[in-house]
């Protein structure tokens, strides 16, 4: 199966990246689908990758060490994910939000 997923900040690396997406809306997606990349706003395909893995789970129980592969060098650590989350989400709460983590390679 084939997904968009929407970046505000598409930087990436090769291989294998991280993303912290709010809620349960990604656990949809199955492992080995097929993934758009695209600029949010954006009808460009940026690049395209493959969805390798998966969580659901409280933001507060993300592992920082589940963050260094993560796309965003600015999100590389709790508190910076945790600003980019509530920029992107208003009202995004850390101690309220669940967050789904998708693990996919470029």
Same mark, same amino acid.
């Given at each position: 199966?084939?997904?968009?997923?929407?970046?505000?900040?598409?930087?990436?690396?090769? /291989?294998?990246? !991280?993303?912290?997406?709010? $809620?349960?809306?990604?656990? =949809? @997606?199955?492992?080995?689908?097929? %993934?758009?990349?695209?600029?949010? /706003?954006?009808? !460009?395909?940026?690049?395209? $990758?493959?969805?390798?893995? =998966? @969580?659901?789970?409280?933001?507060? %129980?993300?592992?920082?060490?589940?963050?260094?592969?993560?796309?965003?060098?600015?999100?590389?650590?709790?508190?910076?994910?945790?600003?980019?989350?509530?920029?992107?989400?208003?009202?995004?709460?850390?101690?309220?939000?669940?967050?789904?983590?998708?693990?996919?390679?470029?």
């Amino acid at each position: 199966m084939k997904h968009v997923l929407q970046f505000s900040n598409p930087v990436f690396h090769g /291989g294998l990246n !991280v993303t912290v997406r709010n $809620g349960d809306k990604w656990m =949809k @997606a199955n492992i080995g689908d097929h %993934l758009e990349i695209k600029k949010t /706003g954006s009808s !460009v395909i940026m690049c395209t $990758g493959t969805l390798i893995g =998966k @969580a659901c789970l409280p933001f507060t %129980l993300v592992p920082e060490a589940w963050l260094i592969d993560e796309h965003d060098p600015s999100c590389r650590t709790y508190a910076g994910l945790l600003k980019e989350m509530k920029r992107v989400y208003p009202g995004f709460s850390a101690e309220k939000n669940t967050v789904t983590v998708l693990l996919f390679t470029l």
